[in-house]
């Protein structure tokens, strides 16, 4: 079965770290990658997506990931986090082949400011 | 509208209960899923539709759960005799990309169920 791992759970920043969470996925085919940010009481919003292409992609508010094929990765990055970056994130993994959406467990970001 | 729309955002229920969670996703839009996503976990897949039709209800956790999207549209996801490890925020997601390579998810705020 497919799974998605995110191996930060809870993650605490000042303003103006760098921030990179881990997401690795274990799926041997052709997969779409997500991100997904849930700001305090919203829904899940996309914050970047892989299909295709140059594996390094860039999404909203200065958020960039790297989709390493030979390590089954997807890692967000972020050069300077602000206060508004707190929230709770989810990498997430579609098979080409597949109706689903696989999704980690969530990181929680918090921003010291 | 311009969104996923869940109805209701809380629902408390007593154990036994049967409780109908509802889903109205943006016009147009060929996919919707139902996920269930427990305290400090993420979204877990609980069924999909294309249109109308029920292509995949693999995550349904037992015979309580059961969803319909009778005209393509809205859609419906009730529990029969609730038990307290139903308790979750109960998601939908539309897609507009039909088959099976979906696109980009566009998720509801959610429905939080509570049972007692």
């Known amino acids: 079965a497919q799974s998605v791992s995110q191996h930060n759970h809870h993650v605490i920043l000042s303003e103006a770290a760098s921030l990179e969470l881990g997401c690795n996925y274990s799926?041997?085919?052709?997969?779409?990658l997500f991100w997904y940010v849930q700001y305090p009481g919203q829904h899940l919003q996309l914050l970047l997506k892989?299909?295709?292409?140059?594996?390094l992609v860039k999404g909203i508010k200065g958020f960039e990931a790297e989709f390493i094929k030979s390590k089954f990765s997807f890692n967000l990055r972020k050069p300077s986090v602000q206060w508004s970056d707190t929230a709770e994130y989810f990498c997430?993994?579609?098979?080409?082949?597949?109706?689903?959406?696989?999704f980690g467990t969530g990181t929680s970001l918090t921003v010291i400011p | 509208g311009a969104g996923v729309s869940q109805s209701p955002r809380y629902k408390v229920a007593k154990r036994g209960q049967d409780v109908a969670l509802r889903c109205d996703p943006i016009?147009?839009?060929?996919?919707l899923f139902w996920y269930q996503q427990a305290l400090g976990q993420g979204p877990e897949f609980l069924t999909y539709?294309?249109?109308?039709?029920?292509?995949?209800k693999s995550g349904l956790p037992s015979d309580r759960f059961f969803a319909e999207r009778p005209e393509g549209s809205v859609s419906t996801l009730k529990i029969q005799r609730t038990q307290q490890e139903d308790s979750a925020v109960y998601l939908c997601?539309?897609?507009?990309?039909?088959?099976?390579?979906?696109?980009?998810?566009?998720f509801g705020e959610g429905s939080r169920l509570t049972v007692l």
């Open positions: 016009s147009g839009h060929v996919s």
């Open positions: 892989y299909f295709s292409g140059d594996p």
């Open positions: 799926y041997g085919g052709t997969v779409n």
């Open positions: 539709f294309q249109n109308e039709a029920q292509l995949d």
């Open positions: 997430a993994v579609n098979a080409i082949t597949g109706n689903q959406f696989y």
């Open positions: 997601a539309s897609s507009l990309s039909p088959g099976l390579y979906t696109g980009e998810l566009f």
